[in-house]
């Protein structure tokens, strides 16, 4: 994989955290890790970090392979490398696993102090907010006060304007894509859907299904292929599916028929093979309870008024998970504040993957915001 | 919309406006006019459609909201900006009344430019038997953008129409020259300032 524009070969870090995170759940974690990556050098005024934060499933491994992995490709590699729209000869990039996560930070899976039992269903429920504070402590460990940008897609993009808001001085441009201020009633029912999917699942075994060696690959699976359709547009599964039907497909039946089906099946049974239930609830949970204009009255303007960054948000015309209007809230909160902020909509048939998709204006757009800051 | 790079209407609106302000440029493109603005100490926000000109505003530096004009302001509050700038624009739209309208609501005052239509050449390729080609209007009718032609009387009797009030009044010739004589029989370009009446 010596793609010409590859950041290359990158390891995993691990950073552990004596000092307790307190969480919104009232609860604090005693003692926490966090995995992460890096990508660039850090200059020596330390101004020219950028954090990249990660949506639902998520993690550290944002850009680059693993020298024994060659075809684990970062999740983001076509916006992060040398001469990419985020930089890395320009700007140290910084990916990192989220708390609750399932890729090496502390998570359901790991093991509970204060039972030597893996945390399972009693790892607290963690918010964008505490996400936020987690990775400040980080910032902290690599000398970094400010972020010359945070950006995310989807869940990364609610992070990055939870951080705008919450440590307004060290945030000096967030990227906010494909996300929304909130979740809609909408949005929560198919979250709810997912996780009845999973909590339903009799191996999930209230949520301590490590402990029966075991997992709960039906309802996550279940959970994925729910998700998965929110992800595309109709639009796209028209052109790639259709009503086409599988070769061998038989008629009358139940068995898989419509190539959509076969396409739904792979996808959930391929994230079911690795993904952690109890992580995919978590990070349901997060974007639920996401809402950051609730502390202010309801006022997302009144929340963002004591950002001091400068926003760059980029909605998807087929996404209707996170649609273009729910950005523009965004957009108009800030423009009410007088705030710097531009909108970039991309017409694509990639719903709300559309964020991770290759697109000459999208990337060109991201690339020549980022040109402009000063490091 | 093409922008030309000699824009003396520029010199006209950035005369209207004092340093602090904040200005909504509406169909802004490559950012040229709040530039122009920013550098003389105004804070600016453009609203524009074409993805080319919305990645030209952002390598310019410029606060740029994709968006389409004829869809309104909505999302815009009351009383947002100093002044809303509509340049050379208002005659590539439908909506008319309702942009109008929707300046003076979002901002203080507005600022509008377009082509006058009864500029003595246009006069006379249409005494001619054929629609004007100009400066101000350099486009065959077959590929123009504009789809409102109107002259300045037109736009005078619509503002009174609608009760907008006309603070201030420029009109160039083709070369960017300021008229004051006959300036809808030698004015190629009208720029108004205005604001709600009453």
């Keep these: ?375 | 919309m093409t922008h030309p790079l000699k824009r003396p209407d520029f010199d006209v609106i950035a005369g209207w406006m004092k340093p602090g302000e904040r200005v909504l440029d509406l169909g802004c493109g490559e950012g040229e006019l709040l530039m122009l603005l920013a550098a003389r100490g105004l804070r600016g926000w453009g609203i524009e459609r074409d993805p080319g000109h919305v990645l030209a505003a952002v390598e310019n530096g410029i606060n740029v909201i994709q968006s389409n004009l004829e869809a309104g302001l909505a999302g815009f509050e009351d009383d947002a900006f100093d002044h809303v700038v509509l340049s050379r624009t208002l005659q590539t739209m439908r909506h008319t009344q309702q942009i109008l309208a929707e300046m003076l609501r979002v901002g203080r005052e507005a600022v509008v430019s377009f082509p006058n239509f009864a500029y003595w050449k246009n006069r006379m390729a249409v005494l001619n038997g054929r629609m004007p080609v100009s400066e101000d209007l350099p486009y065959q009718w077959y590929d123009t953008p504009n789809v409102r032609f109107f002259t300045m009387l037109d736009f005078e009797s619509l503002c009174a129409e609608m009760g907008i009030v006309i603070r201030d009044r420029q009109v160039l010739d083709e070369r960017g020259a300021l008229i004051t004589e006959e300036p809808n029989f030698l004015g190629s370009l009208a720029v108004y300032r205005i604001g709600r009446g009453g």
Aim: charged share 15%.
């Design chain 1, 1 to 375: 994989m010596a793609e010409r524009l590859s950041v290359g070969p990158v390891t995993p870090r691990r950073i552990a955290f004596a000092e307790p995170l307190p969480l919104a759940a009232g609860t604090a974690l005693p003692h926490w890790e966090l995995v992460y990556e890096t990508y660039g050098t850090l200059n020596a005024a330390k101004s020219n970090a950028i954090l990249v934060c990660h949506a639902l499933s998520g993690h550290h491994h944002v850009a680059g392979w693993y020298a024994d992995a060659p075809q684990n490709v970062g999740w983001w590699d076509n916006m992060i490398g040398p001469g990419k729209p985020i930089d890395t000869d320009r700007f140290f990039v910084v990916g990192v696993n989220n708390l609750g996560g399932c890729h090496g930070s502390t998570g359901p899976a790991t093991t509970n102090p204060a039972t030597g039992q893996p945390w399972g269903a009693d790892f607290p429920v963690v918010t964008v907010s505490d996400w936020v504070q987690a990775q400040a402590r980080l910032a902290d460990a690599l000398g970094i006060d400010a972020w010359a940008a945070v950006v995310g897609g989807s869940l990364g993009g609610m992070q990055a304007l939870q951080w705008a808001i919450d440590l307004p001085s060290r945030v000096r441009h967030a990227l906010v894509i494909a996300a929304a201020p909130k979740l809609t009633a909408e949005n929560i029912a198919f979250n709810d859907v997912a996780r009845q999917a999973i909590l339903t699942d009799p191996e999930f075994h209230g949520g301590h299904f490590y402990r029966h060696g075991t997992r709960p690959t039906r309802g996550l699976r279940l959970a994925r292929m729910l998700g998965h359709i929110t992800y595309l547009s109709d639009d796209q599964m028209a052109a790639k599916f259709g009503r086409k039907r599988r070769p061998d497909a038989g008629s009358y039946g139940f068995g898989v028929e419509f190539e959509i089906e076969s396409y739904l099946r792979y996808q959930g049974d391929k994230f079911a093979g690795w993904f952690d239930a109890n992580t995919y609830l978590l990070m349901t949970k997060a974007l639920d309870y996401f809402d950051p204009a609730q502390p202010y009255g309801d006022d997302l303007a009144a929340a963002l008024a004591q950002a001091r960054a400068g926003f760059l948000v980029v909605s998807f015309s087929t996404d209707w998970r996170f649609s273009p209007a729910r950005s523009r809230e965004i957009v108009n909160a800030l423009v009410k504040n007088h705030q710097q902020v531009s909108y970039a909509e991309i017409a694509s048939p990639h719903g709300h993957d559309g964020f991770l998709m290759e697109d000459p204006y999208y990337h060109t757009v991201v690339a020549a915001y980022l040109r402009n800051i000063t490091t």
